[in-house]
């Protein structure tokens, strides 16, 4: 629990300011009353209250010291004892209405000054001059005690200067002004953070999370950063223990890194001595003694650092930048302070990046393995994105090309990183120059790089398009629509797994791509049709679905591609899925369906070949997914134009089924509309579907669609 307020007098000056603020309100609010009862018992009331100042005036006057306790609201005079109670109501309550103005004038009057001096004291605070914010933010209680913003200013101001005690106290009384305030919260879990007060700090970000669930992400993150600091402080505390007993690995790393932190020897024995270190930090207690007693200030030594950032390095310099990830593998390992340790250090971010570029497969290979160590946990994330990481996505693709380990661990950080908002804000920089390029010349020589690595790179692409900004350069892109038709190409005749995973991913990116509509898409939309119309016929179930999902998106940019998909047997293919596929299969045949008989009478004449008695469609008017529904709706009204159509439906549950959706089953609006503008046509193409529809009170209903039919 927050610790007790340390000034007790000022707490009990500070609560009765805030009662007698209370009472006052409340007599005022009932003089004003209409209700005469609680007009006189305020009255009654109020007589009370001043016969009782009155009689205290002079005890007070006498009992006060010269010296002033009072730190809440001095400038507030105390409840008017020079009013005397007399035979008129009005006068009292004149008296009191008065005072209340002048109380609310000098308010207003303070509050315009603390407010100037809470801006100065930020401006202060922006400059870093801590010292003389606190000064304005103290100056601004002094005009109003009761300012949560200045205890909670103060309080960040404290932190600075790292004077804790003195920002939790400040937070404790910002929440006497406001139980619910978060700054004062976090502020106060930051300063029992700093004191390792690690329960304390942890029921602060709670309460955080009570106040406002959607804090969530933010309270993580700081429940996660009590967590670290407190295992921190508990291995430290350990391998002290182990030392002072005489622990030989201890011992041993001490020694070791004075070695290779001395100056003058040959890089082939700092090489070693490094390898040697690696060896030694192999458990978490190595992992400690490493950092306390500053390993990561190895790259201080001119020798080492040289080879670090030598470009190019030599044979040697190739072995000791071995030798050193190697540590920073073995330190890192499952070590969150240690990786922050390393990433902090001045040009390893930057250095990382070199290496991942440098061409020596070595060194890519032992870089790789050190970023994956970040990469897995949210900690390290949040680590490796302090970094410039704007050129990563373009140098892991690259990776694709390799034929060994490689490629899957780039695949693996990439797969990491790209769910953070902060990377993807970060690929927009070199996005259109750098990666889509690359992108596109992947999909080109699919058959020559690592298509497993390819296929994952596709789908982190496709996962980089919820970014709409990204999406839509990747959709205005012609080259990249060439190389996706280009590796489609080439599928019927691939029978290898990684190819069709490739051929999976591109169409999964495709349906991302597709929800933008611009010229690009549609001069590429016949070309793209007509590759999905072909992948129908694959062998892999998961591959038909996604063509099918593409042509339902696709197909509505260009009545050439229906009028082609049409001729090419699209009608009787998805009537098939219809009835044997998979709902999500259902759902993009039914939307495809109904893209198609929407512009195309030969769509709607093989729908009602091919489906006796639209058997189908009715089915598909009993699911519970409203968009299967609102299709099913649409391509029967479509279909209802031809003639004949309406009577093949006679005896039927048709006119049941579309006015239990047109009304109110169905939530959507577009569902009911499509279902009234289908039963509409269905009574006009055939009269005898009335008779049922009366028999179920549905004229009304019929009356109130005839609007939708004539207008569509």
């Keep these: 629990p927050p610790a007790m307020l ?16 209370d009472d006052v309100t409340n007599l005022l609010q009932g003089l004003n009353s209409s209700d005469s009862a609680v007009q006189e018992k305020a009255i009654a009331e109020t007589e009370k209250r001043l016969r009782e100042q009155g009689a205290s005036g002079e005890e007070e006057e006498e009992s006060r010291t010269t010296v002033n306790r009072t730190r809440i609201n ?22 009191l209405e008065q005072d209340a103005k002048e109380r609310a004038q000098r308010r207003r009057r303070n509050e315009q000054l603390a407010n100037a001096l809470k801006e100065q004291g930020n401006e ?33 101001a404290y932190l600075k200067l790292c004077e804790y005690e003195k920002a939790i106290s400040d937070c404790e009384w910002a929440l006497k002004c406001n139980k619910n305030c978060l700054k004062a919260y976090f502020l106060m879990g930051k300063a029992h953070l700093a004191l390792q007060h690690f329960t304390e700090a942890r029921q602060c970000y709670e309460e955080m999370l009570q106040i406002d669930p959607q804090k969530e992400s933010l309270v993580k993150e700081c429940v996660s950063e009590a967590r670290l600091e407190e295992r921190r402080v508990r291995d430290e505390e350990g391998a002290e223990r182990e030392a002072q007993a005489g622990s030989v690995a201890a011992k041993s790393i001490q ?47 001119e020798t080492v650092r040289g080879a670090f950032c030598a470009d190019p390095k030599g044979p040697a310099e190739v072995e000791l930048c071995v030798s050193l990830l190697l540590l920073w593998q073995a330190a890192c390992a499952g070590n969150e302070e240690n990786q922050r340790l390393l990433l902090g250090q001045p040009g390893v971010g930057a250095q990382l990046a070199e290496l991942l570029c440098s061409g020596t497969a070595q060194l890519q290979r032992e870089t790789l393995a050190l970023i994956s160590l970040c990469s897995e946990q949210q900690s390290g994330r949040r680590l490796l994105l302090r970094q410039d ?80 900004g990204l999406r839509a350069q990747l959709a205005q892109s012609r080259e990249c629509w060439q190389a996706c038709l280009q590796l489609l190409d080439g599928a019927p005749g691939a029978s290898s797994p990684g190819y069709q995973q490739c051929v999976f991913a591109v169409l999964g990116l495709m349906m991302n791509l597709l929800l933008e509509a611009n010229g690009t898409v549609q001069d590429f939309a016949v070309p793209i049709s007509g590759r999905c119309l072909a992948l129908l016929s694959h062998q892999d179930g998961r591959i038909v679905t996604r063509a099918t999902g593409v042509l339902s998106r696709v197909l509505p940019a260009s009545p050439s591609a229906v009028e082609e998909v049409v001729k090419g047997g699209v009608v009787k293919k998805m009537l098939k899925f219809l009835k044997a596929g998979g709902h999500l299969t259902c759902s993009y045949a039914i939307k495809t369906l109904s893209v198609c008989t929407k512009s195309s009478r030969r769509a709607q004449e093989e729908l009602l070949r091919g489906d006796k008695r639209f058997q189908v469609l009715l089915k598909l008017l009993e699911s519970g997914d409203e968009l299967v529904v609102g299709n099913a709706a649409f391509c029967l009204s479509q279909c209802l134009l031809l003639p004949g159509a309406a009577s093949a439906l006679l005896g039927s549950s048709v006119v049941q089924l579309l006015l239990r959706q047109a009304g109110g089953d169905a939530q959507r609006t577009s569902v009911q509309q499509n279902s009234a503008i289908a039963l509409g046509r269905l009574c006009v193409a055939e009269p005898r579907h009335i008779h049922q529809l009366r028999k179920l009170n549905g004229l009304a209903i019929l009356n109130s669609s005839m609007k939708y039919v004539n207008s569509s």
């Design 74 to 95: 001095t400038s507030v005079r105390a409840f008017p004892s020079e009013i005397k109670p007399g035979p008129s109501s009005d006068g009292f309550l004149a008296a």
């Design 389 to 468: 990481l704007s050129r990563w996505l373009q140098i892991l693709m690259a990776f694709v090309k390799s034929t060994d380990a490689r490629a899957d661990s780039a695949m693996n950080i990439l797969s990491d990183l790209i769910g953070e908002e902060r990377f993807q804000a970060q690929c927009r920089a070199m996005f259109s120059t750098g990666v889509i390029p690359l992108f596109t010349q992947l999909l080109v020589c699919a058959r020559q790089v690592n298509q497993a690595a390819l296929a994952r790179g596709v789908a982190v692409l496709g996962s980089l398009c919820a970014d709409v």
């Design 255 to 301: 020694e070791l890194l004075q070695r290779i932190c001395s100056p003058g020897h040959d890089i082939l024995d700092y090489t070693g001595g490094i390898r040697l270190l690696a060896g030694a930090v192999n458990n978490r207690s190595g992992q400690t003694f490493f950092r306390t007693n500053n390993g990561f200030s190895i790259l201080r030594n």
């Design 124 to 156: 202060a605070f922006r400059a870093g001059d801590f010292a003389l914010a606190i000064q304005r933010y103290s100056e601004g209680l002094e005009k109003l005690r009761d300012k949560q913003e200045l205890y909670t200013n103060r309080a960040q």
């Design 6 to 21: 340390r000034d007790q007098d000022a707490e009990a000056d500070f609560q009765r300011f805030l009662r007698r603020v």
